[in-house]
């Protein structure tokens, strides 16, 4: 009798848990969507560098369009990205408008065009906005700061301190190698015919090879040992040692926070009511590093048109923030990520208080030497 009730009980109880769970979904819906934030990495470029014994250095033959620059495939990945996320929120926000809409990119070629081409995804002229009936594409306003000043999505712009703590983590890291590592380091140096004594030595080393072989190159013999497992692993950690540690991820992925939850939270106050998009386009290590700062530490390498995506949504009079990650240009439904130390969904206050110490970045004050 008691194990009938138990079971009736227990059925009872797991309806109810499904009823709560499907009104929450119910109630975080397009209705609610107050604000969206997407950071994205740009589209498949060209290699940036090459070893000294790489077969397909030379750039006028192989490489016409010159170093790190978007390719044909990039650029219509990025177009394909454009046309998910126009799929996402078409009934959150349909067409272009320079007053819900600010588009900002890192000062890299690859990132102006990757943008450039996502929003001709995203934002197809309709109506009065098409002003040539042979063109379906609009031309919208890009944002960016110059290299040297730019303290938030290429993180290019001089910083003392920075470089002094991100020098201690690439020591930490390396002492920490192992025997093995170091042997590792050995083997590469003797067939990519350069000096490799620390993971940083190799840290384009996966994205070159990835990228000749993507151009259908055949990869010399000696990269099977360790390609792509090894290379992209000593990336990976390259791109977190960016970020290693809580001064550091206030540096890099700090900005970007301080500046997308700011103007949520200017959103949730009332101000800002036309605004409903922000889009960054930036690199994979932007990307890592964001993630960083907000304590995901997995180890990743961003693939091509790879998103971050914040959004702002309120369920009566209480503001949260929901943030998906795409893992790349050609996935179409973003993963729900569970931020770290709060509920799901987050409450905005809740996520503030949580990144406080990294958002409080102040570049100039705090980037002087101690």
Known sequence: MWMIVNRICTFII???????????????????????????????????????????????????????????????????????????????????????????????????MSVAALLAGLFPPQGDEVWNKELLWQPIPIH????????????????????????????????NETVSEKALYKYFSENLGEIVEKFVDIEYLYHTLSIEEQHGLTLPPWTKMVHPHKTKEKTALHQASLAWNKILKRFRGGPVLKEILGQFKEKSEGHNEDKKLLLYSAHDTTIVSVLRALEFNNLLVPDFGASLIFELQQLNDEYFVKIFYLENASQTQPNELQIPDCLTPCPLDTLLNITEYVRSVDWDEQCKIV
């Open 14 to 112: 797991l309806v109810i848990l499904m009823t709560v769970n499907a009104a929450d979904e119910e109630s975080f819906n397009e209705t609610s969507l107050k604000f969206v934030a997407i950071l994205h990495r740009h589209g498949q470029r060209t290699p940036l560098e090459f070893y000294e014994f790489d077969p397909y250095k030379d750039v006028n033959k192989y490489w016409p369009i010159g170093l790190g620059q978007l390719t044909a495939r990039g650029k219509l990945q990025l177009y394909e990205l454009g046309k998910t996320f126009k799929e996402r929120y078409k009934s959150f926000i349909s067409n272009y408008s320079a007053k819900s809409v600010r588009v900002s990119s890192s000062d890299a070629d690859r990132c102006h």
């Open 144 to 175: 960016s700061e110059p290299s040297n000043e730019d303290k938030i999505l290429g993180l290019t712009a001089y910083c003392p301190r920075y470089i002094q703590e991100r020098n201690k983590a690439i020591k930490e890291i390396a002492d």
